[in-house]
């Protein structure tokens, strides 16, 4: 993973730090099974999202 980061432009000090909250995360966040769990309602698809709030990306 540090490698792809690398490999991708970020920085030594970047790929580290953002490996390290990863691995924090998981070590000792809690987490739901789904979004649905979370909110009670179905995920809607990215298409979905972004039909819905394009316009706050036009100029």
């Known amino acids: ?7 991708s432009g970020a920085s ?5 730090v953002l490996l390290g909250i990863d691995r924090l ?12 769990d979370l909110t009670g309602k179905a995920p809607r698809s990215v298409a979905a999202w972004l039909s819905e709030n394009i316009v ?3 100029k």
């Open 1 to 7: 993973m540090r490698h792809s980061l690398i490999g």
């Open 12 to 16: 030594d000090l970047v790929a580290d």
């Open 25 to 36: 995360f998981r070590e000792f966040a809690e987490t739901t099974a789904t979004f649905t």
């Open 56 to 58: 706050a990306f036009q």
